[in-house]
Nanobody
Framework: QVHVVESGGGLVQTGDSLRLSCAVS????????MGWFRQAPGKEREFVAA????????YYADSVKDRFTISRDNAKNTVYLQMNGLKPEDTAVYYC??????????????????WGQGTQVTVSS
């Protein structure tokens, strides 16, 4: 069984930084990678960032490129999302999940499963 727990969210001001953590347990070696998605009130869940297990390649949404960084600590089975230069439009619940279905596009939510409960990020202006 796979278990995912996100943490690290909070209330910050524009321009501040936060680091989200995603602790994952289970058969992590069977994953293609891990991804972060977010969902703002009244909006669809959207891709934020992903990391590929095989070579640590990273992928980012255009809206967060150059501000957010995804990384992983294999020893801790944890994936991080370092968020710098936060903006009010980054306000959302952030979710992480393992990519368990094959597909070259790491932004497709349908290729991810075992979603965590999410962590709220609120950026005030």
């Amino acid at each position: 069984q796979v278990h995912v727990v996100e943490s690290g969210g909070g209330l910050v001001q524009t321009g501040d930084s936060l680091r989200l953590s995603c602790a994952v347990s289970g058969r992590t070696s069977s994953f293609y990678g891990m991804g972060w998605f977010r969902q703002a009130p009244g909006k669809e869940r959207e891709f934020v960032a992903a990391i590929r297990w095989s070579d640590d390649s990273t992928y980012y949404a255009d809206s967060v490129k150059d501000r957010f960084t995804i990384s992983r600590d294999n020893a801790k089975n944890t994936v991080y999302l370092q968020m710098n230069g936060l903006k009010p439009e980054d306000t959302a619940v952030y979710y992480c999940a393992p990519k368990i279905y094959y597909g070259t596009n790491y932004s497709w939510a349908s290729t991810y499963h075992y979603w965590g409960q999410g962590t709220q990020v609120t950026v005030s202006s």
